[in-house]
Nanobody, 121 residues
Framework: QVQLVESGGGSVQPGDSLRLSCTAS????????VGWFRQSPGKEREFLAAITWSGGTTFTSDSVKGRFTVSRDHAKNTVYMQMNTLKPEDTALYYC??????????????WGQGTQVTVSS
């Protein structure tokens, strides 16, 4: 069983940066790949980025490529998503999720509760 907790969200201005964290509990988390998603009211959940269990491979959606970067720290059982040059359209609830087999746009086995990001001037 893996439990995920997101943090790092908040209210920022356009052009600002945020780093989201996804901290996991569970003895096998280090063997899971992790993905980041977001959802805003009235829209479908959107895949953003994923990283393998080793951290050696990442995949980023074209919609955020160049602005969002995913990384992980095994010692801290945490996966990060650095978000730069934030735009108002980035406003959403951001989720992380874990999967046993790396398949960025595939099925995920565990989900966090989300952290809100609001970008507004």
């Amino acid at each position: 069983q893996v439990q995920l907790v997101e943090s790092g969200g908040g209210s920022v201005q356009p052009g600002d940066s945020l780093r989201l964290s996804c901290t996991a509990s569970g003895p096998t988390f280090s063997s899971y790949s992790v993905g980041w998603f977001r959802q805003s009211p009235g829209k479908e959940r959107e895949f953003l980025a994923a990283i393998t269990w080793s951290g050696g491979t990442t995949f980023t959606s074209d919609s955020v490529k160049g602005r969002f970067t995913v990384s992980r720290d095994h010692a801290k059982n945490t996966v990060y998503m650095q978000m730069n040059t934030l735009k108002p359209e980035d406003t959403a609830l951001y989720y992380c999720a874990a999967q046993r087999r790396y398949n960025p746009r595939g099925q995920y086995d565990y989900w966090g509760q989300g952290t809100q990001v609001t970008v507004s001037s």
